[in-house]
């Protein structure tokens, strides 16, 4: 007998946002994680050996949460979510003392292109201008909904104007677009820099518009108080409003399938559990269609696919987290006082040039010279540490299979920490006597954490053309519809993909609601 009518694999914000929905559109569903706690990348941790210093371990810069429509439709505010979004969002301090800023206010970013060419913070202005229709009519609504057919897609965009101009800009590479469109060294690093925060390989063609939508975007960099896992806290006090059930430390061993249809999962417990109407997986294709399906249900041309799906070269990032006496003091700040109060800070990075050695780096498993970035979350919400004290992170980008293994890392974590505490205190000489206490965590330990970020890719999926849009994750599973009726896919390899968007899961409920023929009137806004 089944007691519930879906079941939902893996806990993540995705997972969690579908199974609000279906709760609130009335059907009684199980989210089932195999971890101890719920929330996947919205991870939130206390230094075991310094109580009260908290640290977020994995996504914490995020884009505009307040926006997303789910926000709102669940709630969360109701159930405790608060978002901080500082002006100065972001700074790129230069190793001579300069600094690109990017601003809540748009005037004061192109102020500060500026300083560094005047051609430059025009230009900015120009596509700023250009953009902000095309992303507000196309490009933010194509990610809120499930993808058509690409042939579809460029039929609908050929018909206007703005549509047009985004399929000529989305022909160049983003490295094209920069290079064609920007003159100065740091600008054009800059700008290229939040580019990669995307992953998107910026020599491959067809995405050369994510730049200028970037330039035009309102959606600014967030925090949430109290640390990104209160943003889980949140959304499983809106599952459990809304009836459903999470259950934590329960991992399948298979999903099952019967008369062709989805119709439950076996946990590694040997435990059965069923569902009326549908199965649906956060986790990435090897997971899902490889593990968890018996071989004779994954029919050989879909095996290909999900052998060839490619998990994200440049995703992995290493992290340093420490506990501070007092925040960074950058020696920037001495002239540009507002930096004391920057909230994303980028260091190492002064030239283009650097991207292509970081990807030559990446494709031969070695670490480049370091270009890291972070932010001390305690200068806005002095909650993550003990009264007076100050937590602060710095990521960068490195290989999974460092030297050949990703095994190495256990031997060089702790050696590559010290080297990044060392290029951190040339530019915040403070650190040296600030630091109280640190760890570090590799890409290997994110993959140990969290193994749906396979090779560490926190994007769950390469962006590269045929593994976007309608393609997400591959031919024939696009749209969240797999090649077994009644089993779906919710998690960041489905359109529009990783990062905390939470659109994976909000177009998946739109899809699974329709497929049952419930009426989505009421549960969206
Ligand atoms: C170091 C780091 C920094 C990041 N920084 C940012 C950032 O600043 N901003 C941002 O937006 N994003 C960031 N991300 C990326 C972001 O965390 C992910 O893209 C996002 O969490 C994906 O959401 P999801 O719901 O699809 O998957 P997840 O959050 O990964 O959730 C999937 C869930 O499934 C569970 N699971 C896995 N396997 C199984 C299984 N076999 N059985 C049952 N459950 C399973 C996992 O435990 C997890 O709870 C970062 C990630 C990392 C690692």
């Known amino acids: 007998m089944a007691n519930y ?6 806990a993540g914000h995705n997972g969690l946002i579908l199974q609000a929905y279906l709760g609130k559109a009335g059907l009684k569903t199980l989210c089932i994680e195999r971890r101890h706690v719920a929330g996947g990348g919205l991870s939130t941790v206390e230094d075991p050996r310094h109580p009260g210093f908290l640290h977020n371990t994995h996504a914490f810069f995020q884009r505009a949460i307040t926006t997303m429509p789910w926000y709102a439709d669940l709630g969360l505010e109701r159930h405790g979510a608060r978002y901080i979004e500082p002006e100065l969002n972001v700074a790129l301090l230069t190793r001579d003392g300069d600094a690109l800023e ?3 206010d748009i005037d004061r970013t192109v102020a500060s292109f500026a300083e560094f060419s005047r051609r430059d913070a025009d230009t900015l202005r120009r596509w700023q201008h250009e953009f902000v229709p095309i992303l507000r009519d196309i490009l933010i609504p194509e990610s809120r909904s499930v993808p058509v057919p690409p042939d579809q897609r460029r039929a609908a965009l050929e018909k206007s104007a703005a549509g047009r101009r985004l399929l000529a800009v989305s022909e160049l590479s983003p490295l094209e677009f920069v290079h064609r469109e920007f003159e100065h060294p740091t ?8 580019n990669g925060l995307r992953e998107v390989d910026l020599r491959v063609k067809g995405f050369g518009h994510h730049i200028a939508a970037l330039l035009a975007s309102p959606a600014k960099a967030q925090m949430s108080r109290g640390g990104s896992a209160a943003l889980a806290r949140a959304l499983e006090a809106s599952v459990r409003e809304n009836g459903g059930e999470i259950r934590l430390m329960t991992e399948p061993a298979r999903i099952i399938v019967e008369s062709g249809r989805a119709v439950g999962v076996e946990t590694h417990d040997g435990e059965v559990i069923r569902a009326r109407q549908f199965v649906a997986s956060s986790l990435n294709p090897t997971q899902t269609f490889i593990d968890l399906l018996d071989d004779g249900l994954v029919p ?30 950058y020696v920037a700040s001495a002239a540009r ?12 990075l002064d030239h283009a040039d650097q991207f292509l050695d970081i990807v030559r780096h990446h494709e031969a498993g070695t670490i480049p010279p370091t270009v890291m970035w972070g932010a001390c979350p305690t200068l806005f919400d002095p909650s993550q540490a003990p009264p007076g004290e100050h937590t602060a992170f710095m990521w960068e980008k490195l290989p999974y299979r460092l030297n050949g293994d990703p095994a190495n890392w256990d031997r060089a974590r702790e050696a590559h920490g010290n080297a990044m505490v060392a290029l951190w205190q040339q530019y915040a000489p403070n650190l040296l006597d600030a630091v109280i206490g640190r760890f570090t ?4 330990d ?5 193994p749906n970020m396979r090779e560490g890719d926190l994007l769950v999926g390469a962006f590269t053309n045929d593994q976007v849009g309608y393609h997400r994750p591959f031919r024939g599973a696009g749209a969240y519809r797999t090649h077994i009726p009644r089993l779906y896919l919710c998690g960041s390899s489905s359109h529009p993909g990783g990062n905390v968007t939470g659109l994976p899961g909000y177009n998946a409920a739109h899809v699974i609601l329709s497929e049952l023929g419930i009426s989505t009137k009421e549960i969206f806004a």
């Open 441 to 444: 965590r590799s890409p290997l």
């Open 102 to 104: 990017w601003w809540t």
């Open 187 to 194: 600008v054009k690093a800059g700008l290229l820099f939040f």
């Open 337 to 348: 006082p507002e930096l004391a109060r920057a909230f994303m800070v980028i260091i190492g």
């Open 446 to 450: 994110v993959e140990r954490e969290l």
């Open 300 to 329: 050989h041309h879909i095996r290909e696919q999900v052998e060839g799906f490619q998990y994200n070269l440049l995703a992995p990032l290493f992290a340093l987290h420490v506990n501070l006496h007092e925040p960074p003091r």
């Open 5 to 10: 009518d879906g079941i939902i694999i893996g």
